[in-house]
């Protein structure tokens, strides 16, 4: 028996492909700044606490972890010493639940149907199936903003030399795996900065091979 792939079956299977190859990519919109002098190269670095840091200091222990990778890929090596360090580098993070997905409507269809979404947020369209089955209340869906910050700053005069954000979005916090692969996309212009801010900025979420 031969099978016949409809236009419809063929286009749901591009979609289905393309979001398994997303699981393996973080899309980021980045700005990026930049002071540093064309002759100089990354060198020695510690990490630099506001006092609200400092007051949290395994949470922040925990981001500058996620942050360190991407900082060393870019040519510095820790001090040993922070207080001769060439630069000091401040991080920070956020990641917040967004309100109830629009299609969180539980009288659509009817009983025992799975009702599937489309909506558009931050140019970008998402489409999959819905989280209910059935009559009842609508199960909560959320999604979640991440936004991390890094500013590079000579030790000695505490000139800023460098600074970017990057944020994301997703149905899922994705903290250990964001997070680092945020900071790649942050120090991706490095040293220089971008002629066009906010751009997109694509990381790949999978480890590099051995």
Known sequence: MRLSTTPLAATLAAALLAGCAALHRLD?????????????????????????????????????????????????????????ADVTIQVGARITATDRSPFDDPYWWGPGLHRPYVFARGGRVF????????????????????????????????QPLYEARATSDGFSPMAETALPAMFRAALHDFPGGSAQNPHRVTVDLRPAPA
Request: charged share 25%; glycine share 6%; aromatic share 12%.
């Open 127 to 158: 489409w999959g199936p819905s989280w209910r089955y059935g009559w009842g209340p609508p199960v909560d869906t959320y999604g979640y903003e991440r936004e991390i910050a890094l500013l590079i700053r000579d030790r000695q005069t505490g």
């Open 28 to 84: 980021n919109d980045v700005s990026a700044w930049s002071r540093w002098p064309a002759d100089r190269r990354p060198a020695s670095y510690a990490f630099e606490r506001l006092p609200s840091q400092q007051a949290q200091p395994q949470a922040q222990q925990l981001l500058e972890d996620a942050a360190r990778p991407a900082i060393e890929a870019a040519g510095f090596t820790p001090a040993s010493d922070a207080s001769r």
